[in-house]
């Protein structure tokens, strides 16, 4: 029996000969001719599959005990690593080739494992994998990865980042530079061709152990995204007049794919069959992430490049390029949507700043998106803000009538006058037709289609009738304004506007225009009446006769003037009957212009002013010394207009207030002493009247036409006692539909209800609207 004991003990001395691992250890004396004594010995035992699997997990116990511990010791000397710092490059590099060495000294063993195994005829799998060089690899794998620490990637990535600064670098180095924009050292010690020499050596050998991609396939693709990131915002902040996307495409096909294919072929320029295919869904994926990125940053400028636009356009086409390729149309919304309420809708940007930005933004996103979705999301905000402001209808018609260049809307006037021959070509364009994408409303196509930048601006209020009206009321306000006025431009101004909004809306204009050009015939006419040229000898005047009915309402002011003005103009209406038979006339007399020239001591002016102003200082003619209650009972204004109508005199130095509303006209002398230069009067403090319009606002006009229902709604009341709102609304609709302004909505009717309650003329209780007791 123990004769047996040693001859196995003999026997188990010589399968650690040639299996040193089973002693902890790689290095053996043993050759090949005894090895396959060993072996014989083993497999007459029969104990082949129990020694391969004992060595297996010898095998595994040494990776996890010493190979993996010793490889990934390099990677914890973790410290804030410089760019140019080459020591963590070292580190990886020392670390894969330990490893390399370390594997290398298993080939002998593996080699005999693997004869070994062949006599073990099970078939049984070498860790998931059929051979023993294969199994012995993925345990490898595994046992690395099993001990990975969290700061791995440091390393890996500054190796990399060096290494792909340096090919970067390689074509476009600049000689005259004293540092080599590689490596970050000085010429003499440039160590760019060291870096790419061990670069590729390093792949090479993490290729053969197959680790580059389990050890370094997540980090190379963190960093390849990052190095976009960071190319992309170098080259396109702030920069929207150039198309940038075939620069990064080539940039990404040239310089990335090109260093990364050198990666994985061992520094070959073009990737072996084996890894080709893979290699190009990789740049399919890096060219996702290019888009994606450059769309997310262009969105966030978004804002800038539709304000900027058409200088911007180049931009707007690369983002239109990227949304093909991307699914951020719905994040582009959001944002510049948020963009526009933030840093356009709020009180401290002025309404044509934002008509301005509404109209470049219907270009930039028409251009980006001609079916219309996008506009049509991101705009309604801006919509629904310029439908509460109380100024835009007056600053979309000005800048449709305004002059010279810069006005986009009266471009866009005179550019649809220009295409409005060519309606009828592009309708049986038929062939242009694009399908909406599936998420459009299709109740809103036509709409968005057919609509141009002033429908669109229209559309905000939902009805033609308030520009037109509000078109009435400025141009009633510059010829009323104009001392000598061009009626041949404001004539094609209006054959514009009749082109957009038909002739029928525009009628009460012509009629207007008409009455300029009919008032300086009777003028005319009149001059040569012999009774009135006597009375023109003193001054002469000119009338602007204007056919009331046409005209938008005037403020209602009184004004009396003085008798000899009342004279003259009682004479110029006399004339004016005679020449016309059975018409006469409605003096206005505080519409127009006076000129009037001032002599007082030295002092000589010519003005300009208001029949207002002329009225208060030809009273001072007569009287020098004036009590602000006596100028009104004489001119009938009141007292609170006076004080602040007269600051006009006294600003010229003409006036001063002696004591507490106690005017005195200043004497030669004193007035000598005012210091204001005579060709500086006219640029002095204007007058209320040459910037306030003469004609009255549009909800005074609203409120004179809701008066009309007041009537009906006394009734009402009369009847029933008490109503609810919605019911005084329903029963208006049905009773005065035929009353002018019936359209009124539920909201105009609540504010106009809540006036008269105010005035105490109706009572509102527990939601019900009554007539007050008396």
Not at 678 to 703: F, K, Y
């Amino acid at each position: 029996m123990s004769q047996k004991s040693d001859e196995l003990k003999i026997y188990w001395k010589k399968i650690k000969y040639a299996f040193p691992i089973l002693n902890n250890t790689l290095s053996t004396e043993c050759t090949d001719q005894e090895y396959e004594e060993i072996t014989q010995i083993i497999v007459g035992l029969g104990i082949q599959v129990k020694i391969r699997d004992l060595v297996l997990v010898h095998v595994e116990k040494y990776l996890r005990v010493y190979v993996a511990p010793s490889f990934w010791s390099k990677f914890t000397k973790v410290y804030q690593i410089k760019p140019e710092d080459i020591k963590a490059f070292q580190l990886f590099k020392s670390a894969v080739n330990d490893l390399y060495d370390s594997v290398n000294q298993f080939s002998d063993m593996l080699r005999r494992l693997k004869h070994l195994n062949n006599e073990c005829c099970d078939n049984r799998p070498i860790f998931g994998e059929k051979d023993v060089i294969l199994g012995f690899k993925q345990l490898l794998r595994a046992t690395l990865l099993s001990q990975l620490p969290t700061t791995y990637h440091i390393i890996i990535n500054h190796f990399y980042e060096l290494s792909f600064n340096v090919f970067d670098n390689m074509k476009s180095s600049d000689m005259d530079e004293d540092i080599c924009l590689g490596c970050w050292n000085d010429y003499s010690d440039c160590n760019c061709a060291y870096i790419v020499k061990v670069f590729y050596d390093t792949n090479m050998k993490l290729m053969e152990l197959q680790l580059l991609e389990r050890l370094a396939g997540q980090v190379l693709t963190n960093f390849i995204q990052k190095k976009i990131e960071v190319h992309i915002r170098k080259i396109c902040t702030g920069a929207f007049d150039v198309s940038h996307m075939s620069h990064l495409e080539d940039w990404l096909d040239t310089t990335v794919m090109t260093w990364l294919t050198r990666i994985y072929s061992a520094g070959s320029s073009k990737a072996p069959p084996s890894i080709k295919y893979a290699i190009t869904k990789f740049k399919q994926k890096l060219s996702f992430f290019l888009y994606q990125t450059y769309t997310k940053l262009r969105i966030d400028q978004l804002f800038n490049i539709i304000i900027e636009y058409p200088d911007s356009q180049p931009a707007i086409d690369d983002i239109k390029t990227c949304l093909e390729s991307t699914n951020l149309c719905p994040l582009l919304c959001k944002k510049l949507q948020t963009a526009l309420e933030t840093r356009l809708l709020h009180p401290g940007v002025n309404t044509p700043d934002i008509l301005t930005a509404y109209i470049s933004t219907i270009r930039a996103l028409r251009h980006l998106d001609p079916s219309g979705i996008i506009l049509e999301t991101v705009t309604k905000p801006v919509r629904s803000y310029l439908r509460n402001r109380e100024d835009t209808v007056r600053s979309v018609v000005s800048s449709l009538t305004e002059e010279g260049t810069g006005s986009e809307l009266a471009e866009e006037l005179a550019k649809f006058a220009a295409e409005n021959d060519e309606d009828n070509e592009k309708e049986e364009a038929w062939d242009d037709w694009y399908p909406d994408p599936v998420d459009a409303d299709p109740r809103r196509t036509q709409g968005r289609k057919g609509s141009d930048i002033i429908s669109m601006l229209v559309n905000v209020y939902g009805s033609k009738e308030l520009f037109v009206n509000e078109y009435r009321t400025l141009l009633a306000d510059r010829l009323l304004a104009q001392g000598d006025i061009n009626t041949e431009k404001e004539i094609r101004y209006l054959e514009l506007l009749k082109l957009r909004f038909g002739e029928s809306q525009l009628h009460f204009c012509e009629v207007m225009l008409k009455d300029i050009s009919d008032s300086k015939r009777i003028n005319a006419l009149i001059s040569q009446d012999k009774n009135f040229a006597e009375m023109n000898a003193k001054f002469s005047s000119n009338a602007m006769i204007l056919s009331a009915q046409f005209w938008p309402p005037f403020k209602d002011e009184s004004l009396e003037l003085p008798e000899e003005i009342k004279q003259h103009l009682a004479e110029y209406t006399k004339a004016y009957e005679a020449l016309k038979g059975n018409r006469t006339l409605s003096w206005k007399p505080h519409l127009g212009n006076v000129n009037i020239e001032i002599e007082i001591g030295e002092k000589k002016l010519d003005l300009t002013v208001s029949p207002f102003n002329a009225t208060l200082i030809m009273h001072f003619q007569n009287k020098p010394e004036w009590l602000l209650e006596e100028l009104h009972d004489v001119m009938k204004v009141p007292m609170t207009v006076l004080r602040r109508k007269i600051t006009y005199w006294q600003s010229l130095g003409l006036i001063t207030e002696k004591s507490a509303d106690y005017y005195v006209l200043v004497d030669g002398s004193e007035a000598n002493k005012a210091n204001v230069p005579s060709n500086q009067v006219q640029e002095m403090i204007c007058e209320d009247e040459e910037t306030e319009s003469v004609m009255a606002s549009a909800h005074d006009q609203r409120e004179g036409e809701l008066q009309v229902f007041w009537s009906y709604i006394v009734g009402m009341l009369t009847n029933l006692d008490s109503l609810p709102l919605e019911r005084i609304h329903q029963m208006l609709k049905m009773f005065a539909s035929q009353a002018p302004g019936t359209e009124c909505s539920l909201n105009e009717l609540r504010q106009f209800l809540d006036t008269k309650v105010r005035t105490h003329q109706l009572v509102l209780q527990g939601g019900m609207y009554k007539l007050p007791k008396l």
